[in-house]
């Protein structure tokens, strides 16, 4: 079973360059989309936080001490790279309180750009999306292929890979969930970056089997869409025009499994290849079901939103799109080149 790593199926053929990448924090940037504004009043402070070289739930438990209150009343919609300069929104509740003076916080690489209120605690997965902004440095290669691979990314989108991230450092998440299916007690943080990696390995598995046989944005018999923007599916249901026009025009998107416990929702063709590779990850996928984790379903395709590049000197390549919540920007670079830190 190919799970992560570069041994995964490339969409659109092999890297056409190599770079260096996260030299610095500021090559890789990242912003989210909330996709709405905050209410302007409430009990919790709404921060726009710009963070550089810290990750999300340190900064977290920064803003919560820094505002005399405990850590579960603070707020995030996602995880963010540590390595890397990232612009987030974080919610404090200070019911009866006035904001602190949040221009003092005193966190190296970490300030408050603005400060407002809000009704409710923002919760995780609350985004529209990320905003990514990309320096690859030292790139080497065939410069004339770029533009056509940039191109069809932009037009057929990615393979929606979860990336190494979520693994954590050589593989180590799947060594957690091993060892928790095993019977190994885990904290509440640990057990979910366990749970969270099985489960990514499972549909990276599945998704790398559709990319080498040509159908990750392709329809199977059995086949169950997602709706473009949004976690709601349907299907099994007949092929037909309205499907292909809907596929042809990025609308829906194919499924894979985000593995747990009942019936798996694909049919036929679909269900054999996803069924098949569960069991050479057995392991895993009962340890998903023991844990009582739902069947669920992930998007095998990705799209690459508003994708625009420049070429920064003899050997700087920038690059600047938008991506669903949950996706990784890691997957859309492999498309494009082979890169070291």
Same mark, same amino acid.
């Given at each position: 079973?190919?799970?992560?790593?570069?041994? /995964?199926?490339?969409?659109?053929?092999?890297?056409?360059?190599?770079?260096?990448?996260?030299?610095?924090?500021?090559?890789?940037?990242?912003?989210?989309?909330?996709?709405?504004?905050?209410?302007?009043?409430?009990?919790?402070?709404?921060?726009?936080?710009? %963070?550089?070289?810290?990750?999300?739930? =340190?900064?977290?438990?920064?803003?919560?001490?820094?505002?005399?209150?405990?850590?579960? +009343?603070?707020?995030?919609?996602? #995880? %963010?790279?540590?390595?890397?300069?990232?612009?987030? +929104?974080?919610?404090?509740?200070?019911?009866?309180?006035?904001?602190?003076?949040?221009?003092?916080?005193?966190?190296?690489?970490?300030?408050?750009?603005?400060?407002?209120?809000?009704?409710?605690?923002?919760?995780?997965?609350?985004?529209?999306?990320?905003?990514?902004?990309?320096?690859?440095?030292?790139? &080497?290669?065939?410069?004339?292929?770029?533009?056509?691979?940039?191109?069809?990314?932009?037009?057929?989108?990615?393979?929606?890979?979860?990336?190494?991230?979520?693994?954590?450092?050589?593989?180590?998440? #799947?060594? /957690?969930?091993?060892?928790?299916?095993?019977?190994?007690?885990?904290?509440?943080?640990?057990?979910?970056?366990?749970?969270?990696?099985?489960?990514?390995?499972?549909?990276?598995?599945?998704?790398?089997?559709?990319?080498?046989?040509?159908? =990750? &944005?392709?329809?199977?018999?059995?086949?169950?869409?997602?709706?473009?923007?949004?976690?709601?599916?349907?299907?099994?249901?007949?092929?037909?025009?309205? /499907?292909?026009?809907?596929? @042809?025009?990025?609308?829906?998107?194919?499924?894979?499994?985000? =593995?747990?416990?009942?019936?798996?929702?694909?049919?036929?063709?679909?269900?054999?290849?996803?069924?098949?590779?569960?069991?050479?990850?057995?392991?895993?996928? %009962?340890?998903?079901?023991?844990?009582?984790?739902?069947?669920?379903?992930? @998007?095998?395709? /990705?799209? +690459?939103?508003?994708?625009? =590049?420049?070429?920064?000197?003899?050997?700087?390549?920038?690059?600047?799109?938008?991506?669903?919540?949950?996706?990784?920007?890691?997957?859309? #670079?492999?498309?494009?080149?082979?890169?070291?830190?």
């Amino acid at each position: 079973m190919r799970a992560m790593g570069d041994s /995964l199926a490339r969409a659109h053929g092999g890297a056409v360059v190599s770079a260096r990448f996260k030299l610095e924090p500021e090559d890789f940037e990242v912003e989210e989309i909330t996709g709405f504004e905050p209410s302007g009043e409430g009990e919790h402070a709404w921060l726009q936080v710009e %963070k550089r070289g810290a990750n999300t739930e =340190w900064v977290a438990a920064r803003l919560a001490e820094f505002a005399g209150v405990p850590g579960s +009343v603070v707020g995030f919609a996602g #995880l %963010k790279d540590r390595h890397a300069l990232t612009r987030q +929104v974080f919610t404090v509740q200070l019911p009866g309180q006035a904001d602190p003076d949040w221009s003092a916080l005193p966190v190296p690489g970490v300030r408050v750009l603005s400060a407002t209120r809000h009704a409710r605690k923002l919760k995780r997965g609350a985004l529209r999306g990320n905003r990514f902004r990309i320096r690859l440095r030292e790139v &080497d290669g065939d410069r004339g292929a770029v533009p056509a691979r940039l191109d069809r990314v932009a037009t057929h989108g990615v393979p929606n890979y979860f990336g190494e991230q979520r693994f954590g450092r050589e593989g180590g998440n #799947l060594d /957690l969930a091993r060892a928790l299916f095993a019977g190994r007690r885990l904290g509440r943080a640990q057990r979910g970056f366990a749970l969270s990696a099985a489960r990514a390995a499972i549909f990276n598995a599945v998704l790398d089997a559709r990319v080498a046989t040509g159908t =990750w &944005d392709q329809p199977l018999e059995g086949e169950v869409w997602m709706l473009d923007g949004s976690h709601s599916v349907f299907g099994p249901e007949p092929w037909n025009e309205a /499907l292909a026009a809907r596929l @042809a025009g990025g609308d829906i998107h194919p499924t894979g499994p985000m =593995w747990g416990r009942g019936e798996l929702r694909s049919e036929h063709q679909a269900r054999v290849l996803e069924r098949g590779i569960a069991d050479t990850c057995a392991d895993l996928a %009962k340890g998903l079901e023991a844990a009582g984790l739902a069947q669920e379903r992930r @998007a095998l395709r /990705l799209p +690459v939103r508003g994708l625009e =590049w420049t070429w920064e000197g003899d050997d700087g390549l920038l690059l600047a799109f938008e991506l669903d919540p949950g996706s990784f920007a890691t997957v859309v #670079l492999r498309e494009l080149c082979e890169w070291a830190p």
